[in-house]
């Protein structure tokens, strides 16, 4: 676990930006439906998760489940008269900020991947 500690770091990012990237496209393709309300995903870190203070020690102990994600419908944006919020400026803008951040997260594996197997061979 040590030796990809890096890649499993950055992993829970890389599964928060391909699940946004799927709520881009589903955004784009109800752009017309009638009262369709543009989705939204917030990423909630572990340290977000549990706000519990533990203050006896007889206290039941809070399990450890890692960072998720969160679909959340978003109501507030310009309404049309179909009552649709969804922008498709605003889901594009966000699909390049999206598309940026998964490659970014993408070469971060990479190198650290590349840095093993340098590594392993002993170059």
Not at 65 to 75: A, M, S, V, W
Not at 97 to 119: F, G, S
Request: aromatic share 8%.
């Amino acid at each position: 676990m040590g030796l990809f500690k890096g890649v499993n770091e950055v992993l829970p990012y890389l599964d928060y930006t391909w699940l946004k990237h799927k709520i881009i496209l589903s955004n784009l393709a109800n752009a017309d439906t009638p009262n369709y309300k543009e989705l939204d995903v917030k990423f909630v870190p572990f340290e977000e998760e549990l706000p519990l203070k533990i203050t006896n020690p007889r206290q039941i102990q809070p399990v450890q489940t890692g960072p998720h994600f969160d679909i959340i419908e978003n109501e507030s944006g310009l309404i049309g008269n179909d009552r649709n919020n969804v922008s498709v400026e605003k889901e594009m803008a966000q699909a390049n900020a999206n598309y940026i951040a998964y490659e970014t997260y993408m070469k971060m594996i990479t190198d650290n991947i590349n840095e093993l197997n340098t590594a392993i061979k002993g170059q």
